[in-house]
Nanobody, 115 residues
Framework: QVQLVESGGGLVQPGGSLRLSCVAS????????MGWYRQAPGKERELVAT???????NYEDSVKGRFTISRDNNKNTVYLQMNSLKSEDTAVYYC?????????WGQGTQVTVSS
């Protein structure tokens, strides 16, 4: 069983930055695709960014150029650096681990962008 623990959320003003972290338990992290998703109130959960085990990244169009996903396999940790934050980035952000046909989710961390 894999456990994912996110941290780093909070309240930030528009234009500000936050860095989310997600630590995974277990031994499959380095072989897994890691992702960040978000869910705003009244909306469905959506993909923000993914990173493969070899470091190939993919981003949702609205965050390209502002967000950066990265991973440290030695620390079983995936990061999401979020810059130039906008009010529409407000959501609960979830970490996701995909290994073959298995999916695991973290509990989520709230990001609120407001003045």
């Amino acid at each position: 069983q894999v456990q994912l623990v996110e941290s780093g959320g909070g309240l930030v003003q528009p234009g500000g930055s936050l860095r989310l972290s997600c630590v995974a338990s277990g031994s499959i992290f380095s072989s897994s695709v890691m992702g960040w998703y978000r869910q705003a109130p009244g909306k469905e959960r959506e993909l923000v960014a993914t990173i493969t085990s070899s470091g190939i990244t993919n981003y949702e169009d609205s965050v390209k150029g502002r967000f950066t996903i990265s991973r440290d396999n030695n620390k079983n940790t995936v990061y999401l650096q979020m810059n130039s934050l906008k009010s529409e980035d407000t959501a609960v952000y979830y970490c996701n681990l995909k290994f073959i046909l298995r999916f695991f989710w973290g509990q989520g961390t709230q990001v609120t962008v407001s003045s």
